[in-house]
Every structure is written in C-alpha cells, then in structure tokens.
C-alpha cells in the first residue's frame, strides 16, 4: 500500500512582476510504501527542503500532484487542510519545537489533547511510546532541563503519538552530538521495524541515512538515483551511499 505517491511534482519560484523565475524541482515522480524508511539526500541547493515542504503541505506545488493515502493534498483548503495535516503527519524538526514553558509529557500529548482524544487513551499511547523512546522517566521535566537526545526523542514522540500515516523528519540529528545522534536513529529505525512506522527523513548525513531502508538521491531539483539495502550490513549500505555523494557533492558526516 502507498502511504506517499509524487506525480510530476514541479515547483517553480519567481518574482510575479516578471523577475527571473528559479525552478526548484523538475518532474519528480516517488512513491513510499507503508512501513518505509526513506532518506532524502542531495547537496545544499538541491531541492531537499523544498521537496519537504511541499510534502508537508507547508508549500504547493506549482504543477504535479502529491498523494498521500491516497488523497491529493494540492486540492485541500482551510479548515481541512490543518485537520489533514494533523491527523496524516507527524513532523520532527531539527530544532526540536518544543515549548519550553510545558513538560515533555505536556508536549508529547498536545496534539492529542487539541483533537479531543480521550485520557484513556493518551495515557495509553503516552506510556507506549515513551517506553520504547526511552523517555518514560523523565516525562514530568521541562524541556529546558534534559539533554539535546532526550528533547529530540519526546519531539519524536510528539510526531508519532498520533499514530499518522507520514512521520517527515527534517534534518532530526543536525542539532545532535554523536550520541545522541545514534540513540535517536536507533529509535527511529525500532519504530519503523517494530510499528511499521513510514518515515521520510531529509538528511545531509549519510551515517544517518544508512539507518534507512532506501535513500533517494537529489540532485539540482532532479531525481538522481536511488539505492535499497536489501541484505547488505549498514556499513556496506554506508560505503554505498558515500559513493553516490562523492559523485554529486554533499557531506558524508559521522564515521561508522
């Protein structure tokens, strides 16, 4: 089943009193089955965060359609596209996005809170996901008081809670130390396997697109390739990704 289908997606920016117009993505074509783990890889300028924000309802597409679950989101409008929005998505930001004035707790269960989701049932989902985060303990803190790892992990929470057929993740380990860069793409890779999470993760990284079960590769707004680790051992799915990014330029990050 396809959680995501992109047909001829093509997004062009441009000034409307005739400036010179900048065409960001040229007729991408993508599909991401339920229970994916795809990573989106490509040099700085080449259609990453513009590919995301479209995505994520965040920007339109100037021609091309975006299916998700089978719904064109190019054809939603206010109020349903907030409603849309917050029960298919689940977003993970680099920067966290949590408010520092409520606990993890009170951040992790807003989104359900804001729908009107029963006690029961937060409590519920609260107690699951927490857990298998690693995050259970320390619930009751505020943001400003546990680790950059830990804020990115209830932030993950906060994404999955929901129970949304997309989790986009935009550059989640950016703002990460090695440890906790490991500790997050491990629990991110444990959702995938264990609840068929589907994730699309934007990343320079390729340490943490090796992590995925495919990466795609962009290149100058253009699908470039695509790879699929099948059977092959995260280091070997690294080395083939560092050669793919040597060929069309961007940062190789951490080392195995």
């Known amino acids: 089943m396809e959680v995501l289908n992109i047909q001829n997606l093509t997004k062009v ?3 409307r009193f005739g400036g010179v117009k900048y065409t960001a993505l040229h007729n991408i074509n993508l599909k991401v089955a339920n229970g994916e783990f795809v990573a989106i890889m490509g040099p700085s300028g080449s259609g990453k965060t513009t590919f995301l924000n479209v995505i994520s309802t965040i920007d339109k597409p100037t021609s091309g359609n975006v299916f998700i ?3 064109d989101i190019s054809d939603l409008k206010e109020p349903h596209l907030s409603s849309f929005r917050r029960d298919k998505l689940g977003f993970i930001f680099q920067d966290f996005n949590l408010l520092d004035n409520m606990t ?3 951040n992790i269960v807003l989104p359900l809170a804001l729908s009107k989701t029963s006690y029961k049932i937060i409590n519920q989902r609260l107690k699951n ?6 995050i259970n303990e320390i619930l ?10 830990q804020k990115q992990r209830a932030a993950a929470a906060r994404a999955i809670i929901t129970e949304p057929s997309l989790i986009l993740a935009d550059e989640p380990t950016g703002a990460l130390d090695s440890k906790a860069s490991r500790e997050l793409l491990n629990s991110l890779q444990g959702l995938n396997e264990k609840n068929e999470a589907t994730i699309l993760m934007v990343t320079h990284d390729a340490f943490a697109a090796s992590y995925c079960k495919r990466v795609v590769f962009i290149k100058d ?5 695509e790879i699929y680790k099948g059977d092959k051992s995260r280091k070997d799915f690294y080395e ?3 050669k793919i990014l040597t060929v069309i330029g ?3 990050g951490d080392i195995m």
């Open 13 to 15: 920016y441009g000034s």
């Open 140 to 149: 009751n803190k505020h943001p400003y008081e546990v680790s950059g790892g």
């Open 104 to 106: 993890l707790k009170e």
């Open 129 to 134: 996901i927490s857990e298998k985060l690693g």
């Open 250 to 252: 961007g940062d190789t």
């Open 69 to 71: 679950d089978g719904k």
């Open 240 to 242: 083939g990704i560092l």
């Open 221 to 225: 707004g253009r699908l470039f390739n």
